[in-house]
């Protein structure tokens, strides 16, 4: 007969070691996506029932609730935004700028921006707002 050697006595309590790569994968991807989160500036943006989701531009323009312009999460002055608008859209194929706007940001600053964004070269403006519920 063969001979299998002493009988082991089988453990009384769970292994956790699945658990653990679990919860450390979950771990790391949260950390992971929280990175990628966005808009990084806090805007409260206008909610609307028929926006569309698409594909994000690489030019961000953000105006803030006290009127400060961020192009691309860097502040910049009104007057520095044509031209530095001027130089990131010469040479591209896709002039597209995605606008967001605080609510209450008055709509006479959104349309002069929009303004000097086309007078820069922007072709298409996208204006980000929320879904609304």
């Known amino acids: 007969m063969i001979d299998f050697g002493a009988h082991v006595r089988e453990r009384k ?46 030019i961000r323009l953000s105006i ?19 031209p530095r608008l001027g130089e990131m859209l010469a040479g591209r194929v896709e002039r597209d700028i995605s606008l967001r706007s605080d609510q209450g940001v008055p709509f006479g600053r959104v349309v002069e921006i929009m303004d000097l964004a086309k007078q820069a070269g922007a072709v298409n403006i996208a204006v980000v707002t929320e879904k609304k519920p």
């Open 64 to 82: 803030s609730r006290d009127g400060r312009l961020h192009l691309n999460e860097t502040e910049i002055a009104l007057e520095l935004l044509g």
């Open 13 to 58: 309590g769970l292994d956790l070691t699945p658990m653990l790569d679990v919860v450390f994968l979950l771990l790391i991807f949260f950390m992971l996506t929280s990175i990628f989160a966005k808009p990084l500036l806090p805007l409260d943006l206008p909610e609307a029932a028929s926006g569309q989701v698409a594909g994000e531009p690489e």
